[in-house]
C-alpha cells in the first residue's frame, strides 16, 4: 500500500481525507486517487480540513476542485476547511467562524 483515501463524516458535515508515502510524493498520485474517489463517493458537499502549512494538501483539493471556505483554529494546528459542491450553509459558516475565533 503506498497510501489511503477515505471519507467519513465529521460534525454533520462529509469529510475527505488522505495521505500518501512519502516516497511517492510528486508522481501525480494524490491528484489522480482524488479525482478517481470523487467518481465514486457522489455525496456533496464534501469537505475537507488541510493543514494551513500543507501547501501540497490544499494544491490537491485545488486542482479536483475545490474552494477555500474558511480558516479554521482546530486545537494546536492551524487548519483550512475546503468544500467541493453544494451551497454554503448558515450552519458551515457558524461552525468556521467559532473554530477561528
Ligand atoms: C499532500 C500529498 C497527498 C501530496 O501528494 P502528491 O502525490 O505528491 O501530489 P501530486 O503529485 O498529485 O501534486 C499535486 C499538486 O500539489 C503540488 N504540491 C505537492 N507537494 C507540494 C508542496 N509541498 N508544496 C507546494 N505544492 C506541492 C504539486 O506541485 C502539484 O501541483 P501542480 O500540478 O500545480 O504542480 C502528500 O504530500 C501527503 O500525503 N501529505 C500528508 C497528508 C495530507 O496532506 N493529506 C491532505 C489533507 S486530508
Redesign the pocket.
Known sequence: MI?NIGSYVDEDRR????????E???????????ALFLTEARERPLF????AH????????A?CGFVLLASAEDGAADEVLLRLGGRISISDAVSSSEKSG
Open positions: 497510501g469529510e475527505v481525507g488522505y495521505w500518501l508515502g512519502r511517492y510524493w510528486g508522481r501525480g498520485h494524490a491528484t489522480a486517487a482524488l475537507a480540513h488541510v493543514a500543507n501547501r501540497g494538501g490544499a494544491r490537491v483539493l486542482k
